[in-house]
């Protein structure tokens, strides 16, 4: 199974700030690699998809970037509704498995 | 619009089972893969499975491959969960969600979310 490993797995920040939060795989993963927010334990939104597509609907603020074994996604600044959790997942081979996740709070 | 009405969930003692459904609107199930994510109290997401378009493929992740069903009802439009041999760590959020596209795998729109508890 492929790894998935997000860092840090915790952050502060303030509103404002720019935010990267880093996914590494365990093997080269193309550029199959989606990323999710999740508030509050609710169900997740999908944000990116191929490691750089905006999801329909997400602010431009977010981006992702990324080939290979590593990956970033970006909040270019941070507003008061992005604090909340974020997953990256590989698509590339089954099991399609999520990183660890990375939580995104309050300074 | 889409939207992804989940139900099923409960309490079951281990080696019970279970199924959880999942009602689709806004699409047919039958022109989107469909998955199953769960989430076990505090802790990330896992893949659990997975079902082709076309209904001629299902996937599963390991920790449950030979114990939980995959399937779908095309006329009901709605995607279900079997799950035998229940063990205390399925216990978990179980999440129903639509396939992004047929050349992609992402879940796009994503059910409310079902409590599954395993507990003697």
């Known amino acids: 199974d492929i790894q998935m490993t997000q860092s840090p797995s915790s952050l502060s920040a303030s509103v404002g700030d720019r935010v990267t939060i880093t996914c590494r795989a365990s093997?080269?993963?193309?550029?199959?690699l989606n990323w999710y927010q999740q508030k509050s334990r609710k169900a997740p939104k999908l944000l990116i998809y191929t490691a750089s597509s905006l999801h329909s609907g997400v602010p431009s603020r977010f981006s992702g970037s990324g080939s290979g074994t590593d990956f970033t996604l970006t909040i270019s600044s941070l507003q008061p509704e992005d604090f909340a959790t974020y997953y990256c997942?590989?698509?590339?081979?089954?099991?399609?498995?999520f990183g660890q996740g990375t939580k995104v709070e309050i300074k | 619009q889409v939207q992804l009405v989940q139900s099923g969930g409960g309490v079951v003692q281990p080696g019970g089972s279970l199924r959880l459904s999942c009602a689709a609107s806004?699409?047919?199930?039958?022109?989107?893969?469909m998955h199953w994510v769960r989430q076990a109290p505090g802790k990330g997401l896992e893949w659990v499975a997975f079902?082709?378009?076309?209904?001629?493929?299902?996937y599963y992740a390991d920790s449950v491959k030979g114990r939980f069903i995959i399937s779908r009802d095309i006329s009901e439009n709605t995607l279900y969960l079997q799950m035998n041999s229940l063990r205390a760590e399925d216990t978990a959020v179980y999440y129903c969600a639509k396939n992004f596209g047929a050349a992609l795998t992402a879940g796009d729109y994503w059910g409310q979310g079902t409590v599954v508890a395993i507990s003697s």
């Open positions: 806004g699409f047919t199930v039958s022109d989107y893969g």
């Open positions: 093997q080269s993963i193309s550029r199959y």
């Open positions: 997942q590989q698509t590339y081979s089954v099991p399609w498995t």
């Open positions: 079902i082709r378009s076309d209904g001629t493929n299902e």
